[in-house]
């Protein structure tokens, strides 16, 4: 699966095998086409703060010779057909360049993108929160009248073998309650921290200038995005044993502009 040294290893591998075809790319027929087209392919992946995986998806951004540019569908793939070994490949002189399509593919496919997941994200986040509170506040409320009521038998002095033990087993069981709401309630309130994996990292550093960040902030309020151009330039601190890197908020928001 993605992220498994396994098969990190064999997904660069062939990477490395295949990039000279990669680079070329591949000519296709279109039965429906009045003159030719070039098509640029990117990933996409929405990621909350705790570096889990919200929503991915494929971008076809169609560049004409007319300067147009227009968002498709992955599944239009499925209409071409593969043009002959030797075909020579259309001039895309005429064509806009790389910034102007990933200009188009921000406004015109990654900002909806965005909100609507955004939009999903924080409905479902804040159902949590809201089962959290309840679950978790009764079972911490049973606890506790089950810790008083042991109690109050120790202050009257009644004679129970066991009891102090279980008093401690009650006390403990309260902590660990808390402790976990607590720290569900942090998990949900990661939204303006921004993490790569140790995989993502290494990925951003091999491919420097060709990586891009897109960072949303505020995404239960008003999504606002960002993006950094070769994000391995930046200050990120590994923690937790190098599983992630850390970076704080307001590079991002300084690194936008260069």
């Known amino acids: 699966m993605p992220g498994h040294p396994l098969f990190e290893a064999v997904r660069d591998d062939v990477a490395e095998r295949v990039r000279d075809d990669l680079k070329r790319g591949a000519v296709f027929y279109d039965l429906q086409a009045k003159a030719p087209v070039r098509f640029d392919v990117f990933g996409a992946s929405v990621k909350d703060g705790r570096g889990n995986t919200v929503s991915r ?5 169609q560049a004409e010779a007319s300067g147009a540019l227009t968002i498709r569908q992955p599944t239009y793939l499925a209409e071409l057909a593969f043009a002959p070994v030797g075909t020579p490949v259309p001039n895309d002189s005429l064509m806009p360049d ?19 997941i955004a939009t999903q994200r924080a409905r479902e986040v804040e159902t949590i929160a809201l089962h959290l509170e309840i679950s978790l506040g009764e079972l911490i409320h049973r606890a506790n009248m089950s810790l008083a009521e042991l109690a109050n038998r120790r202050i009257e002095g009644e004679n129970i073998p066991g009891l ?15 402790n976990r709401l607590e720290g569900r309630r ?5 939204e303006r921290q921004i993490a790569l994996s140790d995989n993502e990292y290494k990925t951003a550093e091999r491919l420097k200038t060709d990586y891009w960040l897109y960072v949303v902030f ?20 590994p923690v937790v044993q190098v599983a992630h890197y850390h970076l704080e908020s307001d590079a991002i928001l300084n690194a936008e502009a260069q």
């Open 186 to 190: 942090a998990e949900l309130a990661m």
């Open 98 to 116: 790389r910034s102007g399509v990933e200009q188009a593919l921000v406004e015109k496919a990654l900002n909806p993108f965005l909100e609507e």
């Open 57 to 61: 998806r494929l971008f076809i951004v």
């Open 164 to 178: 102090e033990g279980n008093i401690a087993q009650a006390e403990a069981h309260l902590d660990e309650l808390n």
């Open 218 to 237: 505020n995404c239960g309020t008003k999504p606002e995005l960002h993006l950094v151009h070769d994000p391995a330039r930046l200050g990120w601190q």
